[in-house]
Nanobody, 127 residues
Framework: QVQVVESGGGLVQAGGSLRLSCAAS????????MGWFRQAPGKEREFVAS????????YYSDSVKGRFTISRDRAKNTGFLQMSSLKPEDTAVYYC????????????????????WGQGTQVTVSS
């Protein structure tokens, strides 16, 4: 069972930046694709970004492409989401998630729900 814990959320003004972190409980996290999803009030949870197990491939939703950057530090068993040029519409609870299978591309998280989820961290962008 992989447990992931998000941190780094908060309140920021439009145009600002935040960096989210996702710390995993065990080392198979490094062998799994991981991603970030978000859920705004009254909306369904949506894909934000994902990264292949070895960090080589990255994938983004159109709404964040060019503003957000996903990365991972395999030595620290941690993933990141650097968010820049934030907009009020980015306000949501952000969830870190990991693939249930090993050694897969981050692209699988575009269509297949991850098996492991964190509790989420709130990001609020004020106008």
């Amino acid at each position: 069972q992989v447990q992931v814990v998000e941190s780094g959320g908060g309140l920021v003004q439009a145009g600002g930046s935040l960096r989210l972190s996702c710390a995993a409980s065990e080392r198979t996290f490094n062998m799994r694709a991981m991603g970030w999803f978000r859920q705004a009030p009254g909306k369904e949870r949506e894909f934000v970004a994902s990264i292949t197990w070895n960090g080589i491939g990255t994938y983004y939703s159109d709404s964040v492409k060019g503003r957000f950057t996903i990365s991972r530090d395999r030595a620290k068993n941690t993933g990141f989401l650097q968010m820049s040029s934030l907009k009020p519409e980015d306000t949501a609870v952000y969830y870190c998630a990991a693939d249930g299978q090993l050694y897969r591309s981050g692209s699988v998280l575009l269509t297949s729900p991850p098996d492991y989820w964190g509790q989420g961290t709130q990001v609020t962008v004020s106008s």
